[in-house]
């Protein structure tokens, strides 16, 4: 079951540059879309969601864009910094409240 | 800021013994759920729980698993008889409802020997 995929498993980055993680979904019914970026012996923590009616959601550094004919997603964030070093999930959902399904993680290394 | 708590942190049992996984849920939050991450793997759904039933539950919730709100604030996920492969991190998740993010708490790590 990969209803919700993230290719990439890892991504390193300078500090100071834009960090792109990518998401790409294959359930048509999914409508609302969260990161959650995750550090080890923690829960996740909720970063930012968008729903399926826009095509951007932007949160200080962070910013979410969904293609909805491409089923894609992705989250920018600009400046990248070191403490934003962890593991990122994008996860999906077929409404506000329901059960969200995950995707893999991408581990992000930002390099000071 | 108001957070979802779990205890234990960690559990150790025995293969077919039942173990209480419980979670604090924030105070005006009204779905909760539990996941659960075996190691290496995805987070994944197993149940959700609206006005005191379980509102979706995924094919891992099976028989051997139950949800309740004994008290009206605790939220505990039971496992009647533990087999090996139920060794993971199981987080507990609440939220406001509508279009409200859900919120995790830490994790329980359960470790079935």
């Known amino acids: 079951d990969q209803q919700v995929k993230q290719n990439s498993p890892s991504l390193s980055v300078q500090e100071g540059r834009i960090s792109i993680l990518n998401c790409d979904y294959t359930n048509s019914m999914f409508d609302y879309f969260l990161w959650y970026k995750k550090y080890p012996a923690e829960g996740p923590t909720f970063l930012i969601s968008i729903s399926s009616i826009k095509d951007k959601n932007e949160d200080g550094r962070f910013t979410v864009f969904l293609n909805k004919s491409a089923k894609h997603l992705s989250l920018h964030i600009v400046p990248s910094q070191p403490g934003d070093s962890a593991v990122y999930f994008c996860?999906?959902?077929?409404?506000?409240?329901?059960?969200?399904?995950f995707g893999g993680g991408t581990r992000l290394m930002v390099k000071p | 800021e108001p957070e979802v708590t779990q205890t234990p942190s960690h559990q150790v049992t025995q293969m077919g013994q039942e173990v209480i996984l419980r979670c604090v849920p924030i105070s005006n939050h009204l779905y909760f759920y539990w996941y659960r991450q075996i190691l290496g793997q995805k987070v994944e759904f197993l149940v959700s729980f609206y006005n005191n039933e379980i509102s979706e539950k995924s094919e891992i919730f099976d028989d051997q698993f139950s949800v309740e709100r004994p008290d009206g604030s605790n939220f505990t996920l039971k496992i009647r008889s533990t087999k090996l492969e139920d060794s993971a991190m199981y987080f507990c998740?609440?939220?406001?409802?509508?279009?409200?993010?859900?919120?995790f708490g830490p994790g329980t790590r359960l470790t079935v020997l």
């Open positions: 996860a999906a959902s077929p409404n506000a409240g329901n059960m969200l399904t």
């Open positions: 998740a609440t939220t406001a409802g509508g279009f409200n993010e859900q919120f």
